[in-house]
């Protein structure tokens, strides 16, 4: 949107969540509850975004990252004075859209539609409202018998029929620049809160016989603030259902929603089933057919298509089409997994890439090891690739099979189409069509048992 900068306020420490982290890096669906916002400004198509930060500044900033402008806060004196801190970096001539950090389930659409709201009635403000049946500690919307927006009056300043009032200010706010960057220096922190509160700018706008609008917003999740550690968890709980709705609506299986969290930046492929108690974070891409879970969880993780996934964790990894993965197989950063390979049964593969065909079925480690095609590795068989100093590599050709219970220790190579024996400890690079083999011969002593009971 061409002519409107965004500032958003995100100074606050966030008491009432009684936590080290500032109240807008808690986590919704993956992302912190800013960035959400700050996602939201952008899919409505505007780029000048200002925040406001002050409590933990630098993890902030580190957090949103460097695309947007920051100005401090130094102390938190109210909302006004938190939006007055950007009159330096914002052109005074656009059109000024106000949000908090603390509003993740704010929706482009919304954003807009305000701003079309402001446009077409040439208003000074237009206020972001909703109508609540518990309205609690917000702001109250007072009108005027012609129905306009009057003022707003904070909960704490409030006459009791004024909190009776359910229409409520839900502190997202489009502003002509002049006006609101003219107005603020003239708040005045005279309230029950000795703030100066950006609300304010509504009364004065109206007393000023300026044109102030009142938008409504129709779906009251949208504008809900989080000051609790309660209204997080509520907030999730609304966001993953959204997410899941739109995976349903794009074919996907959710078996269980209320069981199922799913983050927002997480896609799945149509045809894709998403059984019970599934977690799919971050970045994760999965692609169609595939079966995930029960019981999953995949952080960062790429899914070919028609893979299973059952009782497993995987993160930071790449999985082929047609993998079996699971039960209860641990895939750790850096694998990569060719197409149809099977890591079964209390597996762990850690930064190594096995390629299409392998089989890893039980009870194995595999780390920082390339894996060639069609190897079939023998249930225990673990990779030794730590002397406690280095972490070295092991090599498994193409077509090898790797003897159950055999030790690799790394580095070292077996050559393709070579098999080692059934509990070997491999030192030393085993050719390719050879046999590897060692431990020691065994010897059956006659009659032991029998003698050793008299
Ligand atoms: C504010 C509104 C209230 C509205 C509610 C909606 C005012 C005076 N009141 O109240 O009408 O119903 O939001 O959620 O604006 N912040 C700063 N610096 C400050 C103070 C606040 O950056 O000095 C930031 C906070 O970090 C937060 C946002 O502004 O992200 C809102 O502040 P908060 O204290 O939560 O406002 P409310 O009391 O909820
Ligand atoms: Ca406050």
Known sequence: ???????????????????NTPKILHQVCGKPLAAHVVQALRDAGIDDITV????????????????????????QLG????????????DHDKTVLVVSGDTPLLTPFTLQKLVECQQLAGAKVSVLTAVLSDPAGYGRIIRSPDGRVAEIVEYKDATPEQRAIQEINSGTYCFSGRFLFG??????????????????LVGMAVEAGEKVEGLVCSDEREIQG?????????????MNAINLQRLMAEGVTVVDPFTTYIDSGVRVGRDSVVLPFCLLQGNTVIGEECTIGPQSRLSNVSVGNRAVVEHSVAKDAVIGDDCLIGPFAYLRPGTVLGAKVKIGDFVEIKNSFVDEGSKIPH???VGDSHVGRNVNVGAGTITCNYDGKTKSHTEIGDGAFIGSNTNLVAPVKVGSGAMTAAGSTITKDVPP????????????????VSASKK
């Open 1 to 19: 949107m061409g002519g409107v900068a965004a500032i958003v306020m995100a100074a606050g420490k966030g008491t009432r969540m009684k936590s």
């Open 52 to 75: 406001v930060v002050g409590h933990g500044r630098e993890l902030v900033e580190q957090a949103l990252g460097p695309a947007l402008k920051y100005v401090y806060q130094e102390q």
């Open 79 to 90: 909302t006004g004075h938190a939006v007055l801190q950007a009159k330096g970096v914002v």
């Open 183 to 200: 107005g603020l220096t003239k708040l005045s922190p005279a309230n029950a809160q000795k703030e100066y509160y950006l609300t304010d």
């Open 226 to 238: 989080i000051n609790s550690r309660e209204q997080l968890a509520e907030a999730v709980r609304v």
């Open 363 to 365: 009870l194995s480690y």
């Open 433 to 448: 069509d050879s046999l590897g083999v060692a431990r020691n011969k065994q010897v059956n002593i006659q009659n032991w």
